[in-house]
């Protein structure tokens, strides 16, 4: 059953995420006591005018070690989960008392991302938050660390922050961090650097963008940037903006509502700047009550905050640095946000393009249009979907005794031209990713001319990745034949595939690895 939030016109839902370095200090972990408070006043006064506030907050490690007075992070993982255990509830005791001070009642909730893996656990985390926000209260959020172990992290609270927006359909998510916003480049080496005040569409972000965040020693930009492309996936405005002045999230709202309404008024509008190149707010009131929808994006361009300077009729209060990420015009619908974000893949299904062109036609996922597999995965896990071109010989529609070995072997020839290094395989949420990040067994072997393949979407899939093997290039009557049962048709039914970028009518032709079956369906090359 689909979850809805449902929301008072004009309210918004607002998610603020604060790392580890806006809560405590880094040498000593001590809490930044003015910053939490400032947190504070700002949740309350957008809860005040009626909104919804979500807090995202690291810094249970942080106070952990306060606590225990250890000079650093240990590296033992155990010991960083009971760090974390000793932190979690005197940074929560540390909020309700901070919250506490203006009667503002918070709630704690802890995640992994095994506790969403399963689509009722996910709606039930998301019953819990809608329950929670209607009933006044400021959901405090935190990855479980004690529990947390790499395979069932999400990484980082930036990526949870972003899962959380898109599981309370937020409509802002405030990055904040120890940068004001994102330059074109390194502005510390770059005395032209200019601050970027708008993505419209974060897959046109140049590469060097993010590096210029990590180039000064901020750490994290990256991920704040995967994050960003994750929740405007989703439909939520995305803000990057610096901790340490978190009384300016009010009037970045307020900016952004005005432009929300101006660009629905005309298409053309533009900000007015003041003499230093900072974009200036029409009013100065924070005047939220009416704005329910998005942003839109529209066309795919970076705006700079420096260049364009028209003079303003009236006096007009300057909006604070930051970088807003506009949500796509059609956000991915809960469902496949869950399938794409929620769900950890376990392995890789490679698709011909002829499977690529009936899943954009909506049909499911059929065994004939599998070129490989790699992983191991049991039925209902999820997979990534890779897009390659079969060579004309792959194609083995006739299932055989050597088509339903485990590990077929590859043929001689191809071998000679492969490489074993890791293979760069393109994630359309992150910067390129070595195979041996993705791919944990098996590494497939590409000629290292090859063009890198592309992760098209993430599966739920009816066979295991060892059935699958055995099925591959077959027609679904051949099944059963195969397997001495047939459970479906499809190793994934359409309902079960999300594809990134959302749900576009029809998706565009990926860049293309080549990948042959070698004879009847077994060996894998690629060329
Ligand atoms: N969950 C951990 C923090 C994890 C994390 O991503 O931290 P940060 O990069 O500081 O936002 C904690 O509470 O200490």
Redesign the pocket.
């Known amino acids: 059953m689909a979850v809805h939030m449902r929301k008072q016109p004009g309210q918004l839902t607002v998610v603020i995420?604060?790392?580890?370095?806006?809560?405590v200090d880094e040498k000593t972990h001590q809490p930044l006591l003015s910053i939490l408070s400032l947190i504070v006043e700002t949740a309350c006064s957008l809860h005040a005018a009626g909104h919804r506030v979500v807090i995202v907050?690291?810094?249970?490690?942080?106070?952990?070690l306060r606590r225990m007075n250890l000079p650093r992070r240990p590296k033992h993982l155990p010991k960083v989960q009971a760090l974390?255990a000793i932190?979690?509830s005197r940074?929560m005791s540390l909020w309700d008392q901070l919250f506490g001070h203006l009667e503002q009642p918070i709630a704690q909730i802890l995640l992994t991302r095994n506790d969403i893996a399963d689509r009722t656990q996910y709606q039930n985390a998301q019953n819990t938050f809608i329950e929670l926000l209607s009933m006044g209260v400021i959901p405090i959020v935190?990855?479980n660390?004690t529990l947390a172990v790499t395979e069932i992290k999400f990484?980082?609270?930036?990526t949870?922050s972003a899962i959380t927006a898109g599981m309370v359909q937020a409509d802002y998510l405030f990055l904040m961090t120890d940068v004001d916003c994102l330059y074109d480049k390194n502005p510390r080496t770059n005395p032209d650097a200019k601050a970027i005040s708008v993505v419209e569409d974060i897959a046109e972000l140049a590469a060097d963008v993010s590096s210029a965040g990590s180039s000064l020693g901020t750490?994290?930009m990256s991920?704040k940037i995967v994050a960003a492309r994750l929740a405007t996936s989703a439909g939520v405005t995305t803000i990057i903006t610096k901790s340490s002045k978190p009384g300016n999230i009010s009037s970045i709202i307020a900016h952004a509502e005005r432009q929300r309404k101006a660009s629905m008024s005309s298409r053309n509008s533009v900000t007015n700047f003041t003499e230093d190149g900072v974009p200036i707010a029409q009013t100065s009131a924070l005047d939220l009550q009416e704005s329910t929808h998005h942003l839109s994006a529209s066309t795919s361009i970076l705006q700079d905050q420096q260049p364009a300077r028209t003079s303003s009729p009236q006096p007009e209060e300057p909006v604070p640095l930051h970088t807003c990420f506009l949500p796509i015009s059609n956000p991915i619908r809960d469902r496949y946000f869950w399938i794409l974000h929620g769900l950890a893949p376990h392995g890789t299904i490679y698709i011909d393009t002829g499977a690529w062109t009936a899943l954009s036609d909506k049909a499911g996922l059929l065994p004939v249009g599998i070129v490989d597999v790699d992983g191991h995965f049991a039925q209902q896990e999820a997979v990534r979907i890779v897009v390659v071109k079969r060579l004309s010989s792959s194609h083995s529609p006739k299932p055989t005794s050597t088509s339903m070995s485990a590990h077929p072997p590859t043929t001689p020839g191809a071998a000679a031209h492969a490489v074993h290094a890791p293979i760069p395989i393109r994630h359309p949420l992150s910067h390129t990713m070595s195979s041996s990040q993705i791919i944990s067994q098996h590494p497939p072997q590409y000629e290292q001319h090859n063009p890198t393949p592309f992760e098209v979407g993430r599966a739920v899939v009816n066979y295991s990745a060892t059935e699958i093997r055995r099925i591959k290039g077959l027609h679904s009557t051949q099944i059963s034949e195969a397997l001495g049962y047939a459970d479906s048709e499809y190793v994934a039914l359409r309902e079960n595939i999300a594809f990134f970028g959302a749900e576009r009518s029809r998706p565009t032709t990926p860049n293309l690895g080549e990948r042959r079956a070698g004879v009847n369906g077994e060996g894998v090359e690629l060329h």
């Not at 995420?17 to 809560?23: A, D, E, F, H, N």
């Not at 990484?155 to 930036?158: T, V």
């Open positions: 995420k604060l790392g580890t370095s806006s809560i907050s690291s810094g249970a490690i942080g106070v952990g974390a932190g979690q940074l935190n990855e660390d990484g980082d609270n930036d949870l750490g994290g991920t």
